[in-house]
Structure formats: structure tokens, C-alpha cells
């Protein structure tokens, strides 16, 4: 019947192996939580060095995981060793895409770099491979110029920690396929998450929302009207934010702050809240980077 055929079909699409290029923060979860969800997955990165820390940051992580989920015991090492058996590590991003259904890129938000690594890509995976990349500040159209596929192109965008943060940003450019966005979306449900259509407009709708509301409290501290404990205390205790902002920019890293806001404000030099902030470029040009290099609005042992 027309239903079978179109549920084998969908079937037939499923995403089984999954590659993910990028061994950071937001590649190491993407990698754990696909392996945990019983996908066949690969993670590359080009340093062996970044993938050995990464490899370590994903067995705590899932211990963390498997003990919310069973407690102590047998079930819980049983989830962590089955979620560790699907997951390879490689550095050759192209030997590891040959029988990938999707691509997942989370590497250095650097457009050239992307486009260089997506175009080699482009010539090695299958026809039927969806290409994603995790990008939270660059337009994912100018990323997928690099390839022949703009059709199974598109952007899937995750939240730090990926193992906690329960949404998925799909991101579909104008020519990508309703079946490219289907599939997206199916994956990221069986991944667990919750996922909104987006538009590839700057940061889609959370860091839309986000990034301004944290330049803004940094402002607020530049115009002197608060200090970023009271603020942080303020938002947590008055708007239930897990976090305060200046929390939240320490935890997501302030060069990454200062990257996105920079490159929006290239590209839309009028809207003054994408205006860079002194304060955040004087923490970041002293190597405060937040709770990765040990401060940034607050100190952190390290
Ligand atoms: N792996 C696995 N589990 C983890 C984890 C990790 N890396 N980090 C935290 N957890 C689990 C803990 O085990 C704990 O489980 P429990 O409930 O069974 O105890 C639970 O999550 C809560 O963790 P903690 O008790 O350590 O700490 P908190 O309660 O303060 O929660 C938080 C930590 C989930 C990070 C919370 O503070 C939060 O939601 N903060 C806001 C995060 C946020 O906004 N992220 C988005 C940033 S924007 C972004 O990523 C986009 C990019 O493009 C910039």
C-alpha cells in the first residue's frame, strides 16, 4: 500500500551513521548524545590531542547520564559501555564520511575553514549524505555554497551541555528539501530533543534572544547601574534564569560572545545592540575567557 511503501521509505532515510567533525565542547556532545541513542557514530578531529580530552569528557559525562537514568548497577554500566562501543574517534574527516547518512560540522567558527572542510566532503560522502553544520553565528547559506548539495544542506543547532539542553534548532535555507528537513527533524527527536524550525536569520531564535540580553547586562555594568553579581542574582531570583547572564557568558566562553556579536555587527552595522561592548573586549584581549581559562567575570578554580 501507499503507506508502507512511504513508511519503508521513510525507513530506507533513517539516519544510522552519523559523522560528527569537531571534537570542542558542542562536538563531544553531539557525538555522546548520538551514541547514546544507538547511532553508529564517528567523531573527527584533525588534533589526536583534542580528541583524547574529548574522549575523556564524554565517559564522565555519560556516567553522569547513565547514573540520572538508572542509579548504581548493572543497567547503568551497561548503557555507558553500549553508548561508548558506537562511537569511533578519527582524524581524517574525510576517510569518515564514506558511509555517513549525516554530517554534523562543529568546528572553529571560521566561514573559510568551514567552506574548505565542507567542499573536500562534498566530493568524498555518498550522494544521499545530509550536511549540518552547528554554526551559531555564521549563515548557514554561505557555508553550504561550498558544496554541490544545498538541497540536503541545513543547519542543526545544539545547546551547551548538549547531554542536558533538551532543544534542537533545525535551520533549512531556501532550497533545502522538505525531505532534508524531515529527516533533520526525525533525527533530532530520536536524539531526544525538541526541535523548532528556524529560519538561517542571525542566531536563529535563541542566541537572537540571548545575545542581546547578555550585551545589555553588560552594558548595564559599563553604565555602571549594577555590579554582574546583583544582575546575576537579579535574573536568577526574579526571572527564574538557571543562570545570570554574566554566569552564562562565563559557561559559553567569552570569546565566543565577542565572535558572534563582532560578525553581526559586520554584517549589520546599524542595529546598535550588536555594537561591541569595551568591557567584554578588554576581559577577552587579557585571555579572560570565562570558566575555560579559569576567568572571566568571575574567577573559577581551575
Ligand atoms: N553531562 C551530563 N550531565 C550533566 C552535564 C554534562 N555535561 N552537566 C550537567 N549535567 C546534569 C547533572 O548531572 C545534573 O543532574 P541531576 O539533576 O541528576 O543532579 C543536572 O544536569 C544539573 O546539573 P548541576 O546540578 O551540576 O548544575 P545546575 O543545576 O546548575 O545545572 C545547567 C547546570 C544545566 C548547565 C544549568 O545551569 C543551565 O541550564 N544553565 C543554562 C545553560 C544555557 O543556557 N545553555 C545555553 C547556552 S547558549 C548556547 O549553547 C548556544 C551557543 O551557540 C552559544
Redesign the pocket.
Known sequence: TRRSLAQSAAMANAIKNVTVIGSGL?GA?IA?VAAQTGHSVTMVDIDPVAVGKAEK?IA???S??A??KFGEGDEATKFVSESLSRLRTSTDAVASVESADLVVEAIVENLKTKKELFSKLDNAAPAHTIFAS?T??IPIAKIAEATNRLDRFGGL?????????KLLEVVRIPETSSDTYDAMTAWGKAMGKVTVECKDTPGFI??RL??PFMFEAVRMVERGEASPKDVDTAMKLGAG???GPF??MD???LD??KF?IDGWHKDYPDVEIFSPSPLLEKLVSEGKHGVKSGEGFYKYKK
Open positions: 558542542m556532545g555522546q569528557r564522565d559525562s555519560i553522569r547520564v547514573k540520572k552547528n551559531s553565528s543547532h545544539f545547546f551547551n551541555p548538549v547531554p542536558v539542553m535563541v542566541n540571548l545575545v534564569h538557571p543562570m554566569e552564562l559557561y559559553v566562553g565566543t560572545g558572534i
